[in-house]
DNA sequence: ACTTAATATTGATATATGTCAACCAAAAAC
DNA sequence: GTTTTTGGTTGACATATATCAATATTAAGT
């Protein structure tokens, strides 16, 4: 039996690898999101949700790396926030007009679960806590973006740039060395300008000793002065 | 008795201008916000609410205007939006950390409720269409700022300034001619430019005659031209 | 009414950033 | 293996935008 079946046989009781979130729910309750939810894995560049669509189901990123990003004007994008495993996808959506508000792309392969979207209101309502630790996640996504929205129209490129790397470095990697699962191209989207921009500043910092990239790898190879440059902007 | 005493001492019961909010409250549990709020008059210019501070209270604007902003790098701001009157102000602070996460500040003499934000969780806790369209509210709230992430960084400037105006026109005032209560300091906060690029978009809008200020006064004259400029950024 | 301070205006200039075009490298398709 | 495509790189150039400095205007204080 291939491994993709296999994945989408197992149930919420063994996963390793559900959100924190659902460790508020009683067994009951898992169960319930066990029989209404689907599984599926995605293959790096798929589109896992596009901005605009309804949202049937919300979704809990088991393995993989995503860009969750907005569709903005004539084809920019600007990138909310990459999505790591063991972490939920939900957004206003949920509260407002049942619609995704962005689009989420695998970066690699990627294995993700649709959860009914009825039925995890429903959980919000009937367990408190569980409830409680969603919206204080909800609360910390949106306060990313006002943080995101001051640097990208206060700060200038090259702090804009730093402050894309030390993102990936401290909260997805956490290492100073880390694959470049990012293109220019989404560089450029993570701190808003043109992709011949991200080039420039990134070969800048390169030519300054503050990265290194070889095999798609990436290397901060000075952490405390791109720090630095962050604060300065 | 000064009106300003008077009117601290009027019932939520009573009030014409409370937010639409507390009409899903029964009478008992408005009888709660009314023992367990604080009614403060502010002139304009003074600071209702200052970013970072402890979130002992939510707001409820009861007749005024007053600007939001986040307080960011070297003394700038980013305007997040205009308050009108019987609207309500609480943000992700509430369940993420109990903390305000931006600057209120009055832009014409207003009247302001301060309800205990301990009562008012309650309430959201005992009552749950109240929760449901508090949700609501602070869902389409994070939506605009998704928005303005996107003009501000992928629009230039005549397209930004044009969403600053018909932001005012659209969801303040619905007239094309309004007082001018935003100084070009505040418009430049809220279009994402330096101040002296506020004057001059404002100076080649009124010379292509798609506004005329005078007075204290600013009128939409080319509406439809405002909004093309808007579209083509 | 006078003085002071805050805001608004303007043009000159410097700088940041985007755009264009050409080219290269690596990966994917055939 | 060759071709095609995609992504990456580079420099020249155009343009958007900020900054600076000087002045005008308006509001506020006394």
Redesign the interface.
């Known amino acids: 039996m291939s491994e993709y079946f296999d994945k989408s046989l197992r149930s919420c009781h063994d996963c390793q690898c559900m959100s924190s979130l659902f460790c508020l729910l009683t067994n009951e309750e898992l169960q319930l999101v066990d029989r209404n939810k689907i599984h599926v894995n995605f293959r790096a560049g798929e589109t896992i949700k596009k901005q605009g669509t309804f949202m049937s189901h919300v979704l809990s990123v088991n393995s993989g790396l995503a860009k969750l990003y907005?569709e903005?004007?004539?084809g920019?994008s600007?990138i909310?926030r990459i999505v790591k495993p063991t972490s939920f996808i939900g957004g206003?959506?949920?509260?407002?007009d049942q619609r995704h508000?962005?689009t989420i792309t695998a970066l690699v392969d990627s294995s993700v679960c649709f959860i009914d979207l009825q039925v995890f209101k429903e959980l919000l309502?009937s367990n408190?806590s569980f409830e409680?630790e969603f919206?204080?996640d909800?609360?910390?996504d949106?306060?990313t973006?006002?943080n995101?929205?001051?640097?990208?129209?206060?700060?200038q490129m090259p702090g804009r740039m730093a402050d894309a790397l030390l993102y990936l470095h401290d909260e997805i990697f956490q290492q100073l060395k880390f694959p470049m699962i990012l293109s220019r191209f989404d560089l450029a989207d993570l701190s808003?300008m043109s992709r011949e921009s991200a080039v420039k500043v990134l070969r800048d910092f390169q030519k300054e000793g503050l990265i290194r990239i070889s095999d798609h790898e990436l290397e901060l190879t000075d952490e405390d002065a791109l720090r630095k440059i962050s604060r300065i902007?």
Chains 1, 2 share one sequence.
């Not at 206003?92 to 407002?96: E, L, Q, R, V």
């Not at 995101?148 to 700060?155: A, E, V």
Request: aromatic content about 16%; hydrophobic content about 40%.
């Open positions: 907005i903005g004007l004539e920019r600007a909310l206003p959506g949920i509260y407002f508000h962005y309502k408190r409680d919206l204080r909800f609360s910390r949106v306060l973006v006002y995101r929205l001051i640097y990208l129209t206060q700060k808003a902007g």
